[in-house]
Nanobody
Framework: QVQLVEYGGGSVQAGGSLRLSCAAS????????MGWFRRAPGKERERVAS????????SYPDSVKGRFTISRDNAKNTVFLQMNNLKPEDTAVYYC???????????WGQGTQVTVSS
């Protein structure tokens, strides 16, 4: 089992930046991949970034590619999401998630609100 605690989020104007952090604890040595997801009101949940637990592979959808960067700190078991050039459509609740197998995100953080104003 893995526990995830998210930090960061808040309100920013369009064009601004925010960094989210996700601290993982528990059976982290067996993790396969970590991801950041978001859910905006009235929309489906969307994966915005993912990284292998080893940190050697990342993935982004076109909607955030070039603006969002996922990274991890091995020593602190923490995954970060750096979000630059934020747009109002990035407004959502952002969740950190952990997977022990491909496409099996079974552990989730509590979520953190990101609000981007125009």
């Amino acid at each position: 089992q893995v526990q995830l605690v998210e930090y960061g989020g808040g309100s920013v104007q369009a064009g601004g930046s925010l960094r989210l952090s996700c601290a993982a604890s528990g059976r982290t040595s067996s993790l396969y991949r970590m991801g950041w997801f978001r859910r905006a009101p009235g929309k489906e949940r969307e994966r915005v970034a993912s990284i292998t637990w080893s940190g050697d592979s990342t993935s982004y959808p076109d909607s955030v590619k070039g603006r969002f960067t996922i990274s991890r700190d091995n020593a602190k078991n923490t995954v970060f999401l750096q979000m630059n050039n934020l747009k109002p459509e990035d407004t959502a609740v952002y969740y950190c998630a952990a997977a022990f197998a491909p496409n099996s995100y079974n552990y989730w953080g509590q979520g953190t609100q990101v609000t981007v104003s125009s």
